[in-house]
């Protein structure tokens, strides 16, 4: 046995943990669109207590990452932004949720 | 940070926070109201008409009000499919109740079980109404509409001991209803003042 494959061994499911969704802010942001459908900034703004520019910021890592679709339109002749977790992202997510509970399972007593 | 994101009370927070505003409690006053002064004045069918205009009511208020306040969500599909799909049942079942009745009563008189609604009609019309209560607060998963089915209950329950026309009790719980949402939506406005920059303009 390779000393990084024993060395994977005793980290468990810690390497697989997802470093994209785990920054909190990312995390609150996945969890909130987890549980809709779709919702824009406003919402989310007002959901996770989230500055708009920490929003931002953050949603553009995600959807770079390809876990946020993020729609434009018009709304009233208004600019309207709806986000939207992707089918990517929700297997992500439930990865994620899978694994982080693996993690604190294998942590002793 | 808190690692242990408890998905069942942002999924919670996400509906109830969207239905704090009253409005829905408002417009069912609106139809209970509604309802009471059309049967004072012998003219109940003017009611139903105000209920089949209550979903466009809804929908105004609430893309006037709370949708620029808290913004919009769409809920996921499966909870609206599942109630769809409950509300037709119970729709299917009035229906068939009321065929069996009418078919029952053309050939063989008013039958029995009919006579009984009929007697206790005050208790019928409470727990049809608790029921749609109940169904509100499953579909909006808002805790208070179960107070609104017990208070409905208890109080055309206790209707049938007393004495006074239905329109009464109708009246009683449209007030309670409509302070209840006043409340909440002065609440409301006063948590969630319009906000000044939006995110869409940057």
């Known amino acids: 046995m390779s000393p990084n494959k024993a060395n994977d061994d005793e980290l468990g499911a810690i390497p697989k943990i997802d470093k994209i969704i785990h920054e909190p802010a990312r995390l609150v942001i996945m969890a909130h669109l987890f549980v809709v459908d779709s919702a824009d900034f406003l919402f989310l703004q007002r959901q996770t207590g989230l500055t708009w520019g920490n929003i931002s910021s953050h949603v553009s890592k995600l959807e770079n990452a390809g876990y946020i679709a993020v729609e434009k339109e018009f709304i009233d002749k208004k600019p309207h932004t709806t986000l939207q977790l992707t089918k990517e992202g929700r297997a992500a997510f439930q990865e994620y949720r899978t694994n982080m509970k693996q993690v604190f399972e294998d942590l002793p007593e | 940070m808190n690692q242990k994101i408890n998905m069942k009370q942002i999924e919670r927070k996400a509906y109830t926070s969207y239905h704090e505003d ?105 727990v049809a109404v608790a029921v749609l209560f109940l169904l509100g607060a499953y579909a909006f998963k808002t805790t208070r509409m179960y107070a609104y089915a017990l208070l409905t209950a208890t109080m055309f329950v206790g209707g049938y001991f007393l004495t006074y026309p239905l329109y009464y009790y109708l009246a009683a ?30």
């Open chain 2, 22 to 126: 009253g409005i829905l409690e408002i417009t069912v006053a609106v139809v209970v109201f509604t309802f009471a002064i059309m049967m004072m004045i012998d003219m109940p069918w003017l009611g139903g008409i105000a209920g089949a205009l209550a979903v466009s009511f809804y929908a105004g208020i609430k893309k006037l009000v709370t949708i620029p306040r808290i913004g919009y969500v769409r809920l996921p599909v499966q909870r609206a499919q599942k109630i769809t799909a409950i509300a037709l049942v119970l729709g299917i079942v009035a229906m068939v109740a009321g065929m069996f009745a009418f078919v029952q009563t053309t050939s063989s008189g008013v039958p029995d079980w009919l006579l009984f609604l009929i007697d206790y009609y005050m208790i019928t019309i409470g």
């Open chain 2, 173 to 202: 719980l449209g007030t309670i209803i409509l302070a209840a949402g006043l409340f909440m939506l002065a609440r409301f406005i006063n948590k969630y003042p319009k906000p000044t920059q939006t995110m869409d303009a940057q």
